[in-house]
């Protein structure tokens, strides 16, 4: 199975300010025969499902705001909101699709410091 | 719109069996692969089973493989997940999501993300 990781478990960031969050999986999620990284990100606000945010790592789904931004490739990626908004809180999980099982990482706590 | 409505989720006793159901709406079921996903209380997500389109090719997490069945009828715009045999660390919310490629797409392209989700479905098990 691959396994995910993410770093830090939780931030208390700044209104306005930068949140960058990390997610590294144990194998290459990178597909060699199409160039896609099969890598996913999702918000999860208290008491509501996961709400997706990018997928192949860095196309952002219809109706996420443009301050958050994702990157990476191979087993690195990046989530970033570039100025945090209130609205924001929320913990935030990557996701491989490369492989079943399909895996996810333990999630980021993202705050308003 | 697209709506995933959950329902069937109980408290049940250790060994026991519970089966939820996931009412589609919105788009056209048999064209996207749908997935169980779960969240025990406090707890990540985790990914549990998947089913194709046509529901010919089916995927579980080692966790409950052996125990949980999943399926879909296609006719009636739902989607399944049989459990059996079930544990404590069952216990959690679970989720159905729609995966977010057409069929045809992800027979090349690949698929496993999930751009639709249900609102959950509690299952505690527990005597």
């Known amino acids: 199975d691959i396994e995910m990781t993410q770093s830090p478990d939780s931030l208390a960031v700044s209104l306005g300010e930068r949140a960058t969050i990390n997610c590294k999986s144990s194998r290459s999620v990178l597909s060699s025969s199409n160039n896609n990284n099969y890598l996913a990100w999702y918000q999860q606000k208290p008491g509501q499902p996961p709400k997706l945010l990018f997928y192949?790592?860095?196309t952002r789904e219809f109706g996420v705001p443009d301050r958050f931004s994702g990157s990476g490739s191979g087993t690195d990626f990046t989530l970033t909101i570039s100025s945090l908004q209130a609205e924001d809180v929320a913990v935030y999980y990557c996701q491989q699709y490369y492989r079943t099982p399909f895996t996810f990482g333990p999630g980021t706590k993202v705050q308003i410091k | 719109e697209v709506q995933l409505l959950e329902s069937g989720g109980a408290l049940v006793q250790p060994g026991g069996s519970l089966r939820l159901s996931c009412e589609a709406s919105g788009f056209t079921f048999s064209n996207y692969a749908m997935i169980w996903v779960r969240q025990a209380p406090g707890k990540g997500l985790e990914w549990v089973s998947a089913i194709s389109g046509s529901g010919d090719t089916t995927y579980y997490a080692d966790s409950v493989k052996g125990r949980f069945t999943i399926s879909r009828d296609n006719s009636k715009n739902t989607l399944y997940l049989q459990m059996n045999s079930l544990r404590a660390e069952d216990t959690a919310v679970y989720y159905c999501?729609?995966?977010?490629?057409?069929?045809?797409?992800?027979?090349?392209?690949?698929?496993?993300?999930?751009?639709?989700w249900g609102q959950g479905a509690l299952v505690t098990v527990s005597s």
């Open positions: 999501a729609k995966d977010g490629v057409l069929v045809v797409v992800a027979a090349t392209q690949g698929w496993g993300y999930f751009d639709h």
């Open positions: 192949w790592a860095s």
